[in-house]
């Protein structure tokens, strides 16, 4: 199905935006910090055209589905939030929408961690930026498209995902302070790729487990006199909080400092340990990780060429990332599936 099938006319403009995979820096983008992610070869890419009637129409080729609502209703539950959000947040802006048809297609695994969403956002705001001429830079795109996810998808998320899917690229490390938007595009550590591996454990409990996770973290800053965690950098502070909260601002406190000393620009044997830090702390002090999760990065860190493993995203299922030798990310993805799935899984390979 293309867009000249679904509506019949020809589409006025084109937009992708890739997903996205964080390398470390995990759940510290709701507490001000750092984080340091990535692009996917993945992207979703929107064609959009004016709707001849009054009515917006969205079809997505992943889903087969198909949601048309007038400007004036409220926004329906299902995919057609992230977009019909976009609409309303430029509107909020100032900006005049008229109806149009989009039609989505992606390539971004749907709910794996990888941003599908953000990359859904960011491409339809890069696409009403070309259909109507609206200036707005890359940055600006970012925070419209967090705002469209909070309000109409009802997912309070930091700017992580969309600063990812708007500003960074494959070949590059995006290193970016969430606090003021600071940003520095850095290169891979020398000689390595990277390999991501989803677990096949849906994310059932992500949002409740993250909106208490963020919660925590408001009480632990709260109760250390700080506006967020992020103003913390020694680990030793947080002795004097109750657990789990003391728990929790310890994994925020030492995974900012993991991303601030592997952008001092280490080798990738050193990157790779900082990731396998990581882990552990979001396994023990966060407590988002789950088994099928820990024995994948298991097998991963016990693989020849895995410089370090991780889970990545917000945890209870999904994703993990590896930092792999160049060239050998295929081989490795391929044995590391072979003997998880043996072990009575179902996970697949998302980026090798
Ligand atoms: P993630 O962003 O990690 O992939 P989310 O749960 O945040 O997972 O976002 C997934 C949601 O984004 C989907 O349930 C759907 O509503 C929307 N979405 C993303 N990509 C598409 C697409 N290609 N077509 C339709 N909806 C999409
Ligand atoms: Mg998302």
């Excluded at 926004?75 to 100032?94: M, Q, S």
């Excluded at 995974?255 to 552990?280: D, Y």
């Amino acid at each position: 199905m293309d867009f000249k099938q679904i509506f019949n006319a020809a589409f006025e403009v084109e937009a992708s935006a890739p997903g996205r995979v964080n390398l470390l820096g995990e759940h510290t983008d709701y507490n001000d910090g750092f984080v340091l992610p990535t692009a996917i070869p993945q992207q979703t890419t929107v064609y959009i055209g004016q709707s001849l009637n009054d009515r917006h129409h969205f079809y997505s080729a992943e889903l087969e589905e198909w949601i048309d609502i007038h400007p004036a209703e409220s926004t329906p539950p299902g995919f057609a939030r992230y977009i019909d959000g976009c609409i309303r947040v430029l509107e909020e802006t100032g900006y005049s929408i008229p109806p149009i048809n989009l039609f989505v297609t992606s390539a971004v695994p749907i709910g794996s961690g990888l941003s599908s969403s953000a990359a859904l956002e960011v491409a339809t705001l890069r696409g009403l930026r070309s259909l109507l001429n609206l200036d707005l830079d890359d940055v600006t795109i970012a925070q419209l498209g967090q705002q469209a996810e909070i309000q109409y998808a009802g997912v309070n998320c930091g700017i992580l995902d969309q600063m990812a899917c708007s500003l960074a690229d494959t070949e590059h490390l995006l290193f970016l302070d969430t606090r003021t938007l600071d940003r520095q595009i850095l290169p891979f550590p020398t000689e390595a790729e990277i390999v991501v591996i989803d677990s096949g454990v849906a994310r059932s409990l992500a949002s409740s487990g993250y909106n208490q996770r963020r919660a925590e973290c408001e009480a632990a800053a709260r109760q250390l006199g700080v506006k967020a965690l992020r103003d913390i950098s020694d680990p030793q502070r947080v002795e004097s909080l109750p657990e789990p909260i003391r728990q929790r601002a310890r994994h925020v406190i030492t995974e900012n400092n993991r991303v601030l000393k592997a952008v001092e620009g280490v080798s990738a044997k050193t990157f790779g340990e900082l990731m396998n830090a990581s882990h552990r702390s979001l396994r023990e002090d966060y407590e988002v990780s789950v088994p099928a999760l820990d024995q994948l990065v298991d097998l991963l860190q016990n693989t020849s060429g895995v410089y370090g493993a991780r889970l990545t995203g917000a945890g209870f299922g999904g994703a993990c990332v590896a930092l792999v030798a160049v060239g050998e990310g295929k081989a490795i993805a391929e044995t590391v599936l072979k003997q998880y799935n043996n072990a009575g899984h179902q996970g697949n390979i998302l980026v090798d």
